[in-house]
C-alpha cells in the first residue's frame, strides 16, 4: 500500500518561493512516474509537473520557467521547487505517481493524470500580498 502526503504549503508574497515535498510511505519511488498537479475552486485537477522514469520533465506553459520538479536523494521523496509565485498559483497542490512496471504511465502534464496510480491528499498555496 503506497500512501503519499504533501507537505511544504504555505502563505507567500507574490515573487516569493515555495518547494513542496511529496513523500511515499509503504514503497520508494524508484523509476516511477511523477507528477504535481494543482486544483482551483470549483475546477479539474491540472497537472503542472511531470517527470517519467528517465527524468525526462515536462512542464504546463504557465508555470515554465518558475517551477522545478526534482527527485530527492532518497527514492521516498520529490519535490515542487516553486519561484515567482503569482496569485494564480493559489490552489491547492496534489502529487501523483505511477509505477510502470505494474499499471502506471509517465505522461506528459497535457493528460498525466490517467497514468497515476497514487495520490496525496494536497496542500494548500495561497500567493497574495
Known amino acids: 500500500q503506497v500512501q503519499l502526503r504533501e507537505s511544504g504549503g504555505d502563505s507567500v508574497q507574490p515573487g516569493g518561493s515555495l518547494t513542496l515535498s511529496c513523500e511515499s510511505r509503504?514503497?520508494?519511488?524508484?523509476?516511477?512516474?511523477m507528477a504535481w498537479f494543482r486544483q482551483y475552486p470549483g475546477k479539474e485537477r491540472e497537472a503542472v509537473a511531470t517527470?517519467?522514469?528517465?527524468?525526462?520533465?515536462t512542464y504546463t506553459d504557465s508555470v515554465k520557467g518558475r517551477f522545478t520538479i526534482a527527485k530527492g536523494k532518497s527514492d521516498d521523496i520529490f519535490y515542487l521547487h516553486m519561484a515567482d509565485l503569482q496569485p494564480e498559483d493559489t490552489a491547492d497542490y496534489f502529487c501523483?505517481?505511477?509505477?510502470?512496471?505494474?499499471?502506471?504511465?509517465?505522461?506528459?502534464?497535457?493528460?498525466?493524470?490517467?497514468?497515476?496510480?497514487?495520490w496525496g491528499e494536497g496542500t494548500h498555496v495561497v500567493v497574495s500580498s
Open positions: 501523483g505517481t505511477g509505477d510502470p512496471y505494474s499499471g502506471g504511465v509517465c505522461r506528459s502534464v497535457r493528460d498525466a493524470a490517467t497514468g497515476m496510480q497514487h
Open positions: 509503504g514503497r520508494g519511488m524508484r523509476l516511477w512516474c
Open positions: 517527470m517519467n522514469l528517465h527524468g525526462a520533465t
